[in-house]
């Protein structure tokens, strides 16, 4: 069997891409063969965004990267900080902070709030996010300031927990299924709350079976912890 071959866990830093984490681990598998790093497999579940850090998974050879999309597909689980009272174009920190409302909410109606988008909902995406319309990145048409709309869609939201509210600041951890933007529920919780709302940080945990806490960090990355990790 391809000794290069398996699914990875790695524990994306900040202001990395998904992308970024991907052709570290193949420039690595790469200079070990002798090969070019284009020759060397590798794919990934779940994209997080350059902000968030956490749980990515890799698939790394053909026999895994085949399977991309049927993994894709698994819940996730995250660790949400988020301010009160600002909001910003992105729905996160990527842009500055914008006053919204001095009003203050108390903790009951919080909680309250949070509990309403447990279970299915509609979503909208933000439109600074990597979508494809018409085969652009949403993100791209965004900053070129077009004007467009991203269709809204259904996600599930099977429970909010360990909920921290100290305003601004409320920090919560919640399980929700693929395709679902965090950014966004925060944002939606801000409207409701008639306060505004955007993400300070993401932390991803959980990706289906996989956890963060057997994820291997790209400090000090070698050839041979990736060997040891990689799971069949």
């Known amino acids: 069997m391809e000794p290069f071959e398996g699914i990875l866990l790695v524990d994306k830093p900040i202001n990395w891409t998904s992308f970024d984490v991907v052709n570290n681990i193949r420039g690595t598998i790469a200079r070990s063969k002798n090969v070019k790093p284009k020759l060397i497999k590798i794919g990934h579940i779940g994209t997080l965004d350059p902000l968030a850090t956490g749980l990515v998974v890799l698939l790394v050879g053909k026999k895994y990267t085949t399977k991309a999309e049927e993994l894709s597909k698994m819940d996730k689980i995250y660790e949400v900080k988020s301010k009160l009272g600002y909001i910003t174009k992105s729905f996160d920190s990527e842009f500055p902070e914008e ?5 203050i909410p108390g903790g009951d109606d919080v909680i309250s709030v949070l509990n309403k988008f447990i279970g299915q909902t509609m979503q ?3 439109i600074y996010s990597a979508i494809k319309l018409n085969g652009k990145r949403a993100y791209k048409l965004a900053r070129e300031g077009k004007q467009f ?5 259904p996600v599930t939201i099977y429970f909010i927990e360990d ?3 100290k305003y601004p600041d409320l ?3 919640l399980k929700v299924s693929s395709g679902t933007y ?3 529920l925060v944002n939606d919780v801000g409207q409701k709350l008639k306060t505004g709302a955007f993400m300070t940080g993401l932390k991803r945990t959980n990706i289906g079976p996989y956890n963060v806490n057997e994820a ?5 990355l070698s050839i041979e912890k990736i060997l040891q990790n990689l799971k069949k």
């Open 163 to 165: 909920v921290i509210y």
């Open 124 to 126: 909208s995406p933000p």
């Open 171 to 173: 920090n919560f951890r």
């Open 99 to 103: 006053f919204f409302s001095s009003h």
């Open 182 to 184: 965090i950014r966004s």
């Open 216 to 220: 291997i960090s790209l400090k000090d």
């Open 149 to 153: 709309e991203i269709k809204r869609r």
